[in-house]
């Protein structure tokens, strides 16, 4: 069921476009690429198609997924309802390490955009799990508030990095360029970046269901979790790198894209319930899906200009957001 409604998404996302183009030319362009049909088709049609709309839908369910189910495990380890991806200062990282590439031309051009994106976010990430271990809480609670409060400062520190270069060395272009990626850019995602997204989702997904039942302990407290026989600090090294990891990686590909990790795995249990077995894979669907339908939304909104992604995921989440923290909900 989970797998058809992700087809579905990925369906309509290679359908629907800003240009026109019939859904059995669709079809006919994808059996060309796949199967070497042959169908008499414009080059053009077939590009936007294949080249384009396709691969665009693809890493945009792989994000989803990603983010919705690293929301999910925050929110579980930290017991906090409104944790997200984003706390662990990624997606700050991020864009310092996108900007000392681009504008700051860091790496003579041997390194990408998004490699700099990676290793920007994998050095935030880093800070982040430095200060949290120099802390050393001595309780659940104490953890938990540490990990917050380095995210914050982490995230604090490198908006500042990236705001100071882009104020230093860009251009008008550049700045344009660099602001449109930090809210969420699919127009540059070719194929090499499926080949990248889609293992990354399956193998973060397959930890993180393996890890399900620790999850479940874990909403309970770290002592409960131990009580129960989970090796907690193995397995939050395990789900906590993964999701750092994986929302790293796709991040650096498509930039910022907020709220999926903080209001996807509501949504989730509220419809499945809080058992992890059921969440976790009911999460990843509805991430996929979400962003998938929000990247259609970026693309038709407004006639003849593409809206970053960020700007669509946004306009929902932030109602949700004000919702979550107005009735202070807790796992």
Same mark, same amino acid.
């Given at each position: ?64 997924? !990603? ?6 495990? =925050?929110? +579980? /380890? &930290? ?7 984003? $706390? ?8 310092t390490g996108a900007v000392m590439i681009t504008v700051a031309g860091l790496g003579g051009g041997v390194i990408s955009m998004s490699m700099g994106a990676f290793a920007g976010a994998l050095a935030a990430f880093a800070m982040v799990a430095g200060l949290s271990y120099l802390a050393g809480g001595t309780t659940d609670r104490q953890g938990s508030v540490q990990i917050i409060l380095a995210g914050i400062a982490s995230s604090q520190l490198f908006n500042a990095l990236t705001s100071f270069i882009i104020a230093q060395s860009a251009n008008s272009d550049q700045a344009r360029g660099i602001m449109f990626w930090l809210l969420g850019n699919l127009s540059g995602v070719r194929?090499?970046? !499926? ?6 989702? =399956?193998? +973060? /997904? &397959? ?7 620790? $999850? ?116």
């Amino acid at each position: 069921m989970g797998l058809s409604l992700i087809l579905f998404a990925i369906g309509c996302g290679t359908v629907i476009g800003e240009t026109r183009i019939p859904v059995p030319t669709v079809f006919q362009a994808i059996a060309n690429r796949v199967f070497d049909a042959g169908y008499p088709l414009s080059p053009i049609d077939e590009g936007i198609i294949w080249a384009y709309r396709l691969t665009r839908a693809i890493v945009a369910a792989c994000c989803g997924a !990603v983010l919705a189910i690293s929301g999910v495990v =925050l929110q +579980a /380890l &930290l017991r906090n309802a409104l944790a997200e991806p984003y $706390l662990l200062g990624i997606s700050a990282g991020a864009s310092t390490g996108a900007v000392m590439i681009t504008v700051a031309g860091l790496g003579g051009g041997v390194i990408s955009m998004s490699m700099g994106a990676f290793a920007g976010a994998l050095a935030a990430f880093a800070m982040v799990a430095g200060l949290s271990y120099l802390a050393g809480g001595t309780t659940d609670r104490q953890g938990s508030v540490q990990i917050i409060l380095a995210g914050i400062a982490s995230s604090q520190l490198f908006n500042a990095l990236t705001s100071f270069i882009i104020a230093q060395s860009a251009n008008s272009d550049q700045a344009r360029g660099i602001m449109f990626w930090l809210l969420g850019n699919l127009s540059g995602v070719r194929w090499p970046d !499926v080949y990248l997204a889609v293992p990354i989702a =399956l193998v +973060a /997904l &397959l930890i993180i269901i393996w890890h399900a039942r620790a $999850l479940d302990a874990f909403t309970f407290g770290v002592d409960a979790a131990a009580s129960v026989g989970v090796p907690v600090r193995r397995v939050q090294a395990v789900l906590i790198l993964t999701t750092a990891l994986g929302t790293a990686a796709m991040v650096s590909i498509i930039g910022a894209v907020g709220f999926v990790g903080l209001v996807i795995p509501h949504a989730a249990r509220f419809l499945v319930g809080s058992q992890h077995s059921r969440l976790i894979p009911a999460s990843a669907v509805i991430g996929a899906v979400f962003l998938v339908f929000a990247d259609i939304g970026a693309r038709i909104i407004i006639p003849g200009q593409v809206l970053p992604i960020g700007v669509v995921t946004a306009l929902v989440g932030a109602p949700a957001f004000a919702f979550i923290l107005v009735r202070g909900q807790r796992l």
